[in-house]
């Protein structure tokens, strides 16, 4: 259930991404090294090939969007978003390694918040985070999500729109 989307936040760009473009998958591979992916799903680890990566795109395709995200046109992370029921959004992210620590999740994240409220009438949000996965989990009680639930080892956090 993808969603074309295109936004740009002071310093980033977000597009869907696309999948034909030339050297996505090295991108991918490149960039989802062990740190970046250790928190994230099993389904987002350990790319070794162009095929691993194209199997995951096709996943993600399937329930939800991926947005490419750059910096003065260089890839610096993803964003996830995946439609839920009564107006919700399950969002996501990956940044490079080397751009952590310096605002830019909280940025891209917040750009993404805006972009579904304005354009797809969000209602809320959700995201998924592993406790110990502190630098996310102070993202999103920036953005002013606040905890809902746990399960499976992770803990779920909620913004209402409005």
């Not at 099993?42 to 996943?59: K, M, R």
Request: proline fraction near 4%; charge should be negative; aromatic fraction near 12%.
């Amino acid at each position: 259930m993808k969603i074309e989307m295109n936004f740009s936040t002071e310093r980033l760009s977000a597009k869907t991404l696309d999948r034909t473009m030339r050297g996505i998958q090295d991108e991918i591979m490149t960039m989802f090294t062990e740190p970046v992916s250790r928190h994230l799903p099993p389904s987002c680890q350990n790319f070794h090939t162009a095929e691993d990566v194209d199997h995951w795109l096709e996943g993600m395709a399937r329930t939800g969007s991926v947005l490419r995200l750059t910096l003065q046109q260089q890839a610096v992370g993803y964003l996830f978003v995946f439609p839920e029921p009564e107006d919700c959004y399950r969002l996501g992210y990956v940044l490079d390694e080397a751009r952590w620590g310096k605002g830019f999740a909280t940025e891209a994240m917040q750009g993404l918040v805006t972009y579904l409220s304005a354009h797809e009438h969000a209602a809320s949000f959700i995201a998924g985070v592993e406790p110990e996965n502190t630098g996310s989990v102070n993202v999103l009680k920036k953005l002013g999500f606040a905890y809902s639930y746990s399960e499976q080892e992770v803990d779920y956090y909620s913004l209402q729109n409005g």
